[in-house]
């Protein structure tokens, strides 16, 4: 059974996806290390947009990809295919990470989950899961959502308000906009060793007006995915939004303005 996902399955939310990809690959990628793995699991492949960025900085590594959603696997499998030069390095199959004693998984030595953990109402039992069936010794890799970790400056208060919101929405739908935090206990929990937690620290300023400017784009395009579904649950207004906007070209403009996110990363040994 599919759970309510927060940004919806819309064309312009696909495409979203795949330049979010390219956008925080370079904070995301900076400490995931899969030199020494040969073959790996990822765990919610979407809509393909971070298999091929894997395919891309990983060219020994082959991928097996899994994602219970019809509608994105379909999309994934259209986004893959613009790329025939890695068709013999990976296979995507329709799967519930909760149960997953049909997936082939001999030679698998590495699993990846990016960005998954957030919409799963109870990851503990995905974690468990994946320690059953993949072999021991395996690498897990995991980055996540901090969402009370951002910061704005000058204060946009409108714009926090929103953020809040969209966080209270997404704990009301059953997902956890800050299971970044907790990566430490749920890996504990279900068993892993040699568990190392850190923050992917994204902190941008004057000092890189143009990646400050980018991010600041792709933040306001990232809360606008949420709006449609908050409209409808009751958790903002289209006036409310008109406001964040605004908020957000004004900071995009400003020469002081700072940026502060850090998501959370965990790797883990089965």
């Not at 699991?41 to 947009?49: D, M, N, P, S, Y």
Request: glycine residues 4%; contains cysteine.
């Amino acid at each position: 059974m599919e759970t309510e996902y927060i940004h919806g399955y819309s064309t312009t939310e696909q495409k979203r996806l795949l330049g979010q990809s390219r956008i925080l690959s370079e904070y995301i990628f900076r400490n995931i290390d899969l030199t020494n793995c040969q073959h790996l699991l990822e765990i919610g492949v979407g809509v393909g947009a971070q298999t091929i960025l894997l395919l891309e900085k990983f060219p020994h590594l082959h991928i097996t990809g899994v994602e219970l959603s019809e509608v994105q696997l379909a999309q994934a499998k259209e986004n893959l295919a613009m790329f025939p030069q890695f068709a013999k390095r990976y296979e995507i199959i329709q799967a519930d990470a909760k149960k997953l004693d049909n997936l082939d998984t001999a030679g698998i030595d590495a699993v990846l989950f990016i960005w998954v953990l957030e919409h799963i109402p109870q990851p503990k039992e995905v974690l468990a899961e994946v320690r059953r069936v993949i072999p021991t010794n395996s690498l897990i890799s995991i980055t996540e959502v901090f969402n009370d970790s951002l910061f704005l400056y000058p204060p946009c208060p409108a714009v926090m308000n929103y953020w809040r919101n969209s966080i209270d929405f997404q704990y009301s739908i059953q997902g956890d906009p800050n299971v970044g935090a907790r990566l430490g206990v749920l890996l504990s929990d279900t068993g892993y060793r040699d568990i190392e937690v850190t923050p992917c620290i994204v902190h941008l300023d004057k000092r890189s007006p143009q990646q400050r400017l980018t991010i600041l784009q792709y933040w306001k395009d990232l809360m606008y995915s949420h709006l449609d579904s908050m409209i409808q649950a009751g958790y903002t207004t289209f006036s409310e939004w008109e406001k964040v906007a605004a908020e957000m070209d004004i900071l995009m403009e400003n020469p002081e303005a700072v940026f502060y996110y850090n998501p959370m990363q965990a790797t883990a040994k089965i």
